[in-house]
């Protein structure tokens, strides 16, 4: 099956550490991106992707890094300077030629202790 | 003023009825338009695009967007219990370096109770 997985569902962080998550998709979409959504409000981007080796800063890019050395992958790095990383964090990609329909993965959910 | 903004929720209707979803945006030369649906728990999927002012229909539901206003509105008729969840609108603006670049609303919340 076709589609967008993310790793792992549930994320647990103490302070002062960083954590990685994961995105993968066999969509062959050449656009990835991610967000971050916290409750009672819409998705904020993060970081996207067009192709590979290159990405730009989404809206809320500040403590977060990534990167995509494979078309099927985009990792997203929470680092310790993120002050509030507690959120609900999606992956998604899309067509190149359809930017706007972005196919989501089921999200990972990170609390920080 | 936030760039994309949802009525407030959550909204409630009766099984049958005509739910109305409504959205406006700042941002005056944005081309594009979207409606995501998002269950309790799990990730937004795309149910509706529009591009054009006037009316858009897909099955039970109807987009309808008014570019002089900015103005988007989805219309969901004969509403069923499996409606129930977060509808986002989304707008993307116009330009070369938008790419990829869809800004959200809050979301509203939908039930509809039978």
Known sequence: DG??????????????????????QNLNHDAMYWYRQDPGQGLRLIYYSQIVNDFQKGDIAEGYSVSREKKESFPLTVTSAQKNPTAFYLCASSPWEHDYEQFFGPGTRLTVL | QKEVEQNSGPLSVPEG??????????????????????YSGKSPELIMSIYSNGDKEDGRFTAQLNKASQYVSLLIRDSQPSDSATYLCAVKPAGGTSYGKLTFGQGTILTVHP
């Open chain 1, 3 to 24: 589609g967008i997985t993310q790793s792992p569902k549930y994320l647990f962080r103490k302070e002062g550490q960083n954590v990685t998550l994961s995105c993968e």
């Open chain 2, 17 to 38: 009825a005509i739910a109305s979803l409504n959205c406006t945006y700042s941002d005056r030369v944005s081309q594009s338009f979207f409606w995501y649906r998002q």
